[in-house]
């Protein structure tokens, strides 16, 4: 595309945004504004109506390339192209169940009750060993005070969290739940809300800079 | 007798895929694999149903079948229809390398439309309220005691404050990653900036401490889940019930 | 020679004018038979081949008489220059050879007179008005200077030019010498100071012994004169002394000496009579030596061309004879010259090339093994510009014969580059050729520890249940109630039953396990108030675990789908959708889950009633704004979720609490919303046991208290995993720090 077409793009991310980062500047009542303001609260609430309808039509794109890729990979004979044909399998047989008969009707929901959601908590579940391991090896591989503060604080918290080396009824297990909370809420909050300055300070920087079209991450 | 019903062949299938996933901390082996590829394709396939279904079907085809229909040459089908059809379908034009590039007005709005929630978000949710919450650190009625307050309770609220206020700063200062250059050309903080960003590096080595603690808290429980799920499958078969 | 096609009957190509076809004597055709030297008729028999063939002529006018040519002056008489002109020129005129059979056939240049009148003691003729060319003008105006010194010496007036000859500067000292060495066959050309002995023949008949006048028969057909030039020194160059050296094996050394090329000098010119070369040294009648213009023997017969020394001295050399230097091609000469000397038989070792030649010689060049045969066996040349002529190369035999390379020719002269890429080309082959090393996939490492962990908190958490029998009482409720619980049980409190209360479900089937229990105290305090419940998810799972745990835990209170809660469904679009939601929530969902009025399942195929029914619900009546729900309750597992939700409500939700349901992980960065002075979350509940304690706040008994001795097991389990990590960790560390 020659530059016409870029500046339309930048044009029209640069002005749907700029309508919808008014309204948060400007407290509407509970009653509908009429005028311009009407005008402009309507047209935000179209945009950004828009913008959710896309977003599921941006998934349905990603599940093509998904059933993309992996169609390739059983037609050129990838090693393990039989993971990705019983990948396409299951992906078909639930699109179909779930266009034809609902994604509330029982059929689907059986085989979320039966695959996804015991398949997924099983995952979480490897996570406690997975995360033991790393807290056991710890010390072991960052030998300083970073490591030494963090893992001294996760033994605190969870010695002060519920039962375990100390018991609830134990009379110290009223110190280790007043160190417990005093971390949780004196020390990590400092520290979260430097994070979640530090966080929103960056978004903002980005979004900025996409609001200016200083970037431009949808091409020409 | 066990009536095999839907509901104990799901629950069975589902204790199966329990015991393939949990062969991982052996090793990496084929039931794994399968039950991890059986879990996409049906993830996958339901989310792209619900879409369908849930937002896609009630804005693009509901309007022309719903009662009365829909006048689809007015003004008002041009905003509910004839433009989220037209953007739709140029987005689905990004599936074709030829045409991807009549997609990018769908794109760039959706991406405008971010970025103005991200930046409208982050200020008004975030920034402010924080940064106000940081500065009410010092009000007076959190550092001066209060009437009738404990001395140790006034300490420990003051102290508190100064800490959070601390941690909050020299987590910032951790952040920012400018230096200047020096006479021999190397690029170092400056010794007050330095010593705020240890400061802050050790209040965030505690927060991800706590937030382990909490992950592993809730792993734990998990773990304990999906194994009393097996006990009630076993207890099902065993005891018919 | 050009590959030219020519027609049969064509005698010189029409292109480049090489003869197609060998002279013969008497214009016999090359093809009808090889000629043979013997055949070839004397000279001056048979009509030339071309009319304006002046050798030819020439050798007609040996045999016969003259042709008067009208408009050449009168034939010089040689015969009368016998004792004056040069006598190898009357050889020349004299050639038995067919081929020296006469003159040329235009007249006789002008600058001959002068050698004629000289012979002739005349003055030569000069006409008035002709034309004298400068440099024969010159000639004569030193000639009237010198006819004196002529006439004391003794010799004839006529010999002048030939005085001159005589009188040529002598050649630097030992340079004769050097170039006789060098060339033996040279020896006989080069002007000598001393004179030859008293009665040996002059110089000039010693040396050109064949160019006196002989018998007008000559067998031996000499070809037209060729000015070889340089090339007359080359070997194999027929008349080249050289040649004449290696090909004069039975002659005697002396004779070889005296041998010069026939060819330069086999012009007869028409007077004396030839002889055979072999007959000696042939004289025609005035004396000059007769030396055939080939030198062809096929009876085996070597033609002796005696050579008069005396007549060469006076020649004038060219200055490069004069800086010649031994070569070692010399060295071979002086031996060739011992061996000669010593062998009595006619044996002749191989002529050395002069020394300038020598160097010209390529260095790598074959050594050709090929014997060249003596000149007699030769064969005559029948096509090309070299017609006629014997020893000429063939090209057959020394290109497609594949010949063996001398030892000095395996002999390479390499750069110092070349030797480095010949190095590094060797290099590379030899990498090619190497063996390359089966990369081993590196072992993997036995992962103990993780199986040691797996197999103690699997050992943990299916122990519980057997606490009864080991006599084990599980772990005590917890007993202290966090400060967050308060508040937060007053806010469910204060909700007002007749709005409905929205739950978010936006967390993964992966934390269910958790997150059930947690939410499960809020939901049931809720329940237990009989708040309408309304659900929603940003998840495309959310729907369908909402409706599970609800299902779960309303069995209790009788709350089914549809009058005590009611699913609104998936909500796309992530933070967008959020605050649509917030500003109107009609807007952004568009259709419900498992809404019940649609039948509970839904119908098949497409129905916009059903899916719109959703809004006309009783429970959602009034539902415009997010601040008319009753409360938003948010149910994550992450902390992005949370936030979302704290950034984007807080504008439209009015006085309606946002209650956060977290899991225990996430409580660090949602908390700073909580404890702000302008809070965003208005409660918070995170962990089981905030639950638990919120559970016994209420005076609830829910699922959070089945799993506690779980919890508890994992709990104490994995405390002990980490602290002895820990404690290990220092040890380590200790350790290596008393080794430093």
């Known amino acids: 595309m020659k530059i016409g077409a870029y500046m339309l793009w930048a044009a029209t991310a640069v002005g749907t945004g700029l309508i919808v980062l008014l309204g948060y500047f400007v407290q509407l009542d509970a009653a509908a504004p009429i005028g311009l303001l009407g005008t402009i609260f309507g047209l935000r609430l179209l945009i950004m109506r828009w913008a959710v309808l896309l977003a599921a039509v941006g998934l349905v794109l990603g599940l093509v390339n998904l059933f993309t890729v992996h169609w390739r990979k059983i037609s050129d004979q990838e090693r393990g192209w039989g993971y990705s044909a019983l990948l396409i399998l299951t992906f078909f047989i639930t699109l179909i169940l779930g266009l034809v008969f609902g994604p509330d009707s029982r059929v689907v929901l059986l085989l979320f009750n039966a695959i996804q959601l015991p398949v997924e908590a099983s995952l979480g579940a490897l996570l406690a060993i997975t995360l033991t391991l790393a807290g056991f090896r710890t010390l072991q591989r960052r030998r300083d005070l970073i490591g030494l503060a963090f893992i001294f604080t996760a033994l605190l918290v969870l010695i002060g969290s519920g039962p375990g080396i100390v018991p609830n009824a134990s009379p110290g297990f009223e110190l280790f739940s007043g160190l417990r909370n005093w971390l949780a809420q004196v020390a990590a909050a400092g520290g979260a809300r430097g994070v979640l300055l530090g966080v929103a300070l960056g978004s903002i920087l980005t979004g900025l800079r996409v609001l200016l079209a200083i970037d431009r991450p949808y091409g020409d | 007798?066990?009536?095999?019903?839907?509901?104990?062949?799901?629950?069975?299938?589902?204790?199966?895929?329990?015991?393939?996933?949990?062969?991982?901390?052996?090793?990496?082996?084929?039931?794994?694999?399968?039950?991890?590829?059986?879990?996409?394709?049906?993830?996958?396939?339901?989310?792209?149903?619900?879409?369908?279904?849930?937002?896609?079907?009630?804005?693009?085809?509901?309007?022309?079948?719903?009662?009365?229909?829909?006048?689809?040459?007015?003004?008002?089908?041009?905003?509910?229809?004839?433009?989220?059809?037209?953007?739709?379908?140029?987005?689905?034009?990004?599936?074709?390398?030829?045409?991807?590039?009549?997609?990018?007005?769908?794109?760039?709005?959706?991406?405008?439309?971010?970025?103005?929630?991200?930046?409208?978000?982050?200020?008004?949710?975030?920034?402010?309220?924080?940064?106000?919450?940081?500065?009410?650190?010092?009000?007076?009625?959190?550092?001066?005691?209060?009437?009738?307050?404990?001395?140790?309770?006034?300490?420990?609220?003051?102290?508190?404050?100064?800490?959070?206020l601390l941690a909050t700063i020299s987590t910032l200062v951790y952040f920012r990653f400018a230096a200047q250059r020096d006479l021999t050309g190397s690029t170092r903080r400056s010794r007050l900036t330095a010593i705020l960003a240890y400061i802050g590096r050790v209040f965030i080595a505690v927060t991800f401490g706590v937030m382990y603690a909490g992950a592993l808290t809730a792993a734990i429980l998990i773990l304990g889940q999906r194994f009393e799920f097996l006990r009630q499958v076993i207890n099902t078969l065993i005891g018919g019930s | 020679?050009?590959?030219?096609?020519?027609?049969?009957?064509?005698?010189?190509?029409?292109?480049?004018?090489?003869?197609?076809?060998?002279?013969?004597?008497?214009?016999?055709?090359?093809?009808?038979?090889?000629?043979?030297?013997?055949?070839?008729?004397?000279?001056?028999?048979?009509?030339?081949?071309?009319?304006?063939?002046?050798?030819?002529?020439?050798?007609?006018?040996?045999?016969?008489?003259?042709?008067?040519?009208?408009?050449?002056?009168?034939?010089?008489?040689?015969?009368?220059?016998?004792?004056?002109?040069?006598?190898?020129?009357?050889?020349?005129?004299?050639?038995?050879?067919?081929?020296?059979?006469?003159?040329?056939?235009?007249?006789?240049?002008?600058?001959?007179?002068?050698?004629?009148?000289?012979?002739?003691?005349?003055?030569?003729?000069?006409?008035?008005?002709?034309?004298?060319?400068?440099?024969?003008?010159?000639?004569?105006?030193?000639?009237?200077?010198?006819?004196?010194?002529?006439?004391?010496?003794?010799?004839?007036?006529?010999?002048?030019?030939?005085?001159?000859?005589?009188?040529?500067?002598?050649?630097?000292?030992?340079?004769?010498?050097?170039?006789?060495?060098?060339?033996?066959?040279?020896?006989?050309?080069?002007?000598?100071?001393?004179?030859?002995?008293?009665?040996?023949?002059?110089?000039?008949?010693?040396?050109?012994?064949?160019?006196?006048?002989?018998?007008?028969?000559?067998?031996?057909?000499?070809?037209?004169?060729?000015?070889?030039?340089?090339?007359?020194?080359?070997?194999?160059?027929?008349?080249?002394?050289?040649?004449?050296?290696?090909?004069?094996?039975?002659?005697?050394?002396?004779?070889?000496?005296?041998?010069?090329?026939?060819?330069?000098?086999?012009?007869?010119?028409?007077?004396?009579?030839?002889?055979?070369?072999?007959?000696?040294?042939?004289?025609?009648?005035?004396?000059?030596?007769?030396?055939?213009?080939?030198?062809?023997?096929?009876?085996?017969?070597?033609?002796?061309?005696?050579?008069?020394?005396?007549?060469?001295?006076?020649?004038?050399?060219?200055?490069?004879?004069?800086?010649?230097?031994?070569?070692?091609?010399?060295?071979?000469?002086?031996?060739?010259?011992?061996?000669?000397?010593?062998?009595?038989?006619?044996?002749?070792?191989?002529?050395?090339?002069?020394?300038?030649?020598?160097?010209?010689?390529?260095?790598?060049?074959?050594?050709?093994?090929?014997?060249?045969?003596?000149?007699?066996?030769?064969?005559?040349?029948?096509?090309?510009?070299?017609?006629?002529?014997?020893?000429?190369?063939?090209?057959?035999?020394?290109?497609?014969?594949?010949?063996?390379?001398?030892?000095?020719?395996?002999?390479?002269?390499?750069?110092?580059?070349?030797?480095?890429?010949?190095?590094?080309?060797?290099?590379?082959?030899?990498?090619?050729?190497?063996?390359?090393?089966?990369?081993?996939?590196?072992?993997?490492?036995?992962?103990?520890?993780?199986?040691?962990?797996?197999?103690?908190?699997?050992?943990?958490?299916?122990?519980?249940?057997?606490?009864?029998?080991?006599?084990?009482?599980?772990?005590?409720?917890?007993?202290?109630?966090?400060?967050?619980?308060?508040?937060?049980?007053?806010?469910?409190?204060?909700?007002?039953?007749?709005?409905?209360?929205?739950?978010?479900?936006?967390?993964?089937?992966?934390?269910?396990?958790?997150?059930?229990?947690?939410?499960?105290?809020?939901?049931?305090?809720?329940?237990?108030?009989?708040?309408?419940?309304?659900?929603?998810?940003?998840?495309p799972t959310g729907p369908p675990l909402a409706e599970r745990l609800l299902s779960e835990l309303g069995a209790p209170y009788a709350a089914i789908n549809g009058q005590a809660y009611l699913h609104l469904g998936y909500l796309a679009g992530g933070p967008t959708a959020v605050q649509l939601f917030a500003i109107s929530p009609r807007d952004a969902v568009l259709t419900g889950f498992l809404v019940p009025e649609t039948g509970g399942e839904a119908a098949l195929g497409l129905g916009p009633q059903a899916r719109a029914a959703v809004w006309q619900h009783p429970l959602l009546s009034g539902i415009n704004r997010l601040s008319d729900f009753g409360m938003v309750v948010v149910i994550t597992s992450g902390t992005e979720t949370a936030r979302n939700w704290a950034e984007q409500t807080h504008p439209w939700i009015g006085d309606s609490p946002l209650v956060m349901v977290l899991t225990a992980g996430a409580e660090p960065l949602v908390r700073p919303y909580y404890e702000s002075t302008t809070p965003l979350v208005n409660g918070i509940l995170t962990g089981l046991p905030a639950a638990l304690a919120y559970e016994n706040l209420n005076g609830q008994q829910s699922s959070a208290g089945d799993v506690w001795n779980i919890f508890g097991i994992g709990m104490l389990t994995v405390e002990l995993i980490l602290l002895a990590g820990a404690l290990y960790g220092a040890a380590a560390w200790l350790l290596s720090l008393r080794k430093r």
């Not at chain 2, 760039?108 to 929630?117: D, F, I, K, N, R």
């Not at chain 3, 030039?229 to 160059?237: H, R, Y």
């Open chain 2, 1 to 164: 007798m066990v009536e095999f019903s839907l509901d104990l062949i799901g629950m069975l299938f589902g204790a199966l895929l329990t015991l393939m996933v949990f062969s991982y901390v052996i090793k990496d082996n084929v039931l794994f694999r399968i039950a991890m590829y059986l879990f996409i394709g049906v993830a996958s396939g339901y989310a792209g149903a619900i879409a369908v279904r849930n937002v896609i079907l009630p804005a693009l085809v509901d309007p022309l079948l719903g009662s009365g229909g829909l006048n689809v040459l007015g003004w008002e089908a041009l905003g509910t229809f004839l433009i989220p059809w037209v953007l739709a379908i140029l987005m689905t034009l990004k599936l074709s390398p030829r045409l991807a590039r009549f997609g990018s007005l769908p794109i760039a709005m959706l991406v405008g439309v971010g970025a103005a929630v991200v930046v409208g978000g982050g200020i008004t949710g975030t920034l402010i309220p924080q940064s106000l919450a940081a500065a009410d650190s010092l009000a007076p009625e959190n550092i001066f005691p209060a009437t009738g307050e404990p001395l140790s309770i006034w300490l420990e609220r003051a102290v508190s404050a100064l800490i959070v």
């Open chain 3, 1 to 539: 020679m050009c590959s030219t096609l020519n027609p049969a009957e064509a005698e010189t190509c029409v292109s480049c004018g090489a003869r197609l076809k060998p002279l013969v004597a008497g214009g016999a055709h090359p093809e009808a038979e090889e000629p043979r030297f013997d055949d070839l008729p004397a000279g001056g028999e048979g009509e030339p081949d071309e009319p304006d063939d002046w050798l030819a002529r020439i050798r007609a006018g040996v045999s016969e008489e003259p042709e008067p040519e009208p408009e050449e002056p009168p034939a010089p008489t040689y015969s009368e220059t016998a004792t004056g002109s040069p006598e190898w020129l009357s050889g020349m005129r004299n050639a038995e050879d067919p081929y020296n059979q006469g003159g040329p056939d235009e007249a006789i240049p002008e600058w001959m007179d002068e050698f004629i009148a000289a012979g002739e003691g005349e003055e030569p003729k000069s006409e008035e008005g002709d034309d004298v060319p400068e440099w024969l003008a010159r000639v004569r105006a030193r000639k009237a200077f010198q006819p004196q010194e002529d006439s004391d010496s003794g010799e004839s007036v006529d010999d002048d030019w030939l005085n001159k000859l005589r009188s040529v500067p002598e050649p630097e000292e030992g340079a004769l010498e050097e170039l006789e060495q060098a060339e033996p066959g040279l020896e006989g050309l080069l002007p000598r100071e001393d004179q030859p002995a008293a009665g040996e023949p002059p110089v000039e008949e010693q040396i050109l012994p064949d160019l006196k006048p002989g018998a007008g028969q000559d067998p031996y057909p000499t070809p037209p004169a060729i000015d070889l030039g340089v090339l007359s020194d080359l070997p194999g160059v027929p008349g080249s002394p050289r040649a004449l050296g290696s090909q004069a094996e039975e002659q005697e050394p002396e004779a070889v000496a005296r041998r010069v090329s026939a060819s330069g000098f086999g012009i007869d010119w028409g007077e004396g009579e030839g002889k055979p070369p072999d007959e000696g040294v042939a004289e025609d009648e005035s004396g000059m030596p007769h030396v055939p213009a080939l030198v062809s023997d096929e009876s085996g017969e070597r033609p002796v061309v005696e050579i008069d020394e005396s007549s060469l001295a006076s020649i004038e050399l060219p200055a490069w004879l004069d800086n010649l230097t031994p070569q070692p091609g010399v060295e071979q000469a002086e031996e060739f010259e011992q061996e000669e000397g010593a062998v009595e038989e006619p044996d002749l070792a191989p002529a050395t090339l002069p020394s300038w030649l020598e160097a010209m010689r390529p260095v790598d060049t074959f050594r050709s093994e090929i014997e060249i045969v003596p000149e007699d066996v030769q064969a005559v040349e029948s096509v090309g510009p070299l017609a006629g002529l014997r020893g000429v190369l063939m090209a057959e035999p020394v290109v497609a014969i594949p010949r063996t390379s001398s030892a000095t020719a395996a002999r390479l002269e390499v750069t110092e580059r070349q030797y480095a890429q010949g190095e590094l080309l060797h290099r590379l082959i030899e990498e090619e050729q190497r063996e390359s090393m089966i990369m081993r996939r590196p072992s993997r490492p036995i992962p103990l520890a993780r199986w040691i962990i797996s197999f103690l908190m699997l050992l943990a958490v299916l122990l519980p249940p057997s606490f009864s029998r080991l006599g084990l009482h599980g772990f005590s409720h917890p007993v202290d109630i966090p400060r967050e619980l308060v508040p937060l049980q007053g806010l469910v409190n204060s909700v007002p039953t007749d709005r409905p209360a929205l739950i978010v479900f936006d967390y993964t089937p992966g934390y269910s396990g958790e997150l059930d229990n947690v939410a499960g105290a809020l939901i049931q305090h809720a329940l237990s108030r009989a708040i309408p419940l309304v659900t929603l998810s940003t998840r």
